[in-house]
């Protein structure tokens, strides 16, 4: 009886995890991901240096009139206009944010909580449309706004989305009315 104790006291099971194994490769795989981020990075302030020659973003006038119209919501990026995946990033137009646009007959005022604000005048103004897409998000056709402006010898898209997409067809409307009026008097 003895020797089938004994027997069975000395087999020892393998060990189930090789820890330093597994630390090697989370080791590795942590340093990957931070190459790909640091990679990530250096391309998007290239890109930027790339963009150097637009001109610094026009703020808000300091009487601009009275609202036409109001909208909170998403600012999504800027691009080239016609290439929607050509995203802009020099001044700040490639950060995401929450955004509050007013238009008035001065221009459309973008106001961005945590990043740079800009204001397209009336005369700079080209076109506004509903799409589904620019650089970085897709939705279902028409929902986001997309705002055509010229800047420093640019057409550039940028695109918004309310909070009550209801109100896109709206600003569509109201924008393209004044540009045809504002196209009328030159």
């Given at each position: 009886?003895?020797s089938l ?11 189930v995890t ?94 961005r909580p ?73």
């Amino acid at each position: 009886m003895t020797s089938l104790y004994l027997l069975a006291a000395e087999k020892t099971s393998a060990d189930v995890t090789n820890w330093p194994a597994r630390i090697g490769w989370l080791v590795g795989l942590a340093l990957f991901v931070a190459l790909v981020y640091w990679l990530m990075r250096e391309g998007w302030k290239w890109r930027g240096t790339l963009q150097s020659d637009l001109p610094e973003l026009p703020g808000a006038p300091d009487s601009p009139g009275e609202a036409r119209l109001t909208m909170r919501g998403r600012y999504h990026g800027s691009t080239t206009a016609g290439q929607w995946l050509d995203r802009i990033v020099a001044h700040g137009l490639g950060t995401r944010s929450r955004v509050e646009l007013t238009l008035t007959d001065a221009g459309l005022d973008v106001v961005r909580p945590g990043a740079s604000d800009f204001f397209v005048p009336a005369e700079r103004l080209r076109e506004a449309r509903l799409d589904k897409g620019i650089a970085g998000k897709v939705l279902t056709e028409g929902g986001l706004l997309i705002v055509t402006w010229e800047h420093g010898g640019k057409l550039i898209d940028s695109g918004f989305r309310s909070d009550h997409a209801a109100e896109h067809p709206a600003w569509v409307d109201t924008l393209n009315q004044m540009i045809n009026k504002t196209e009328g008097a030159r």
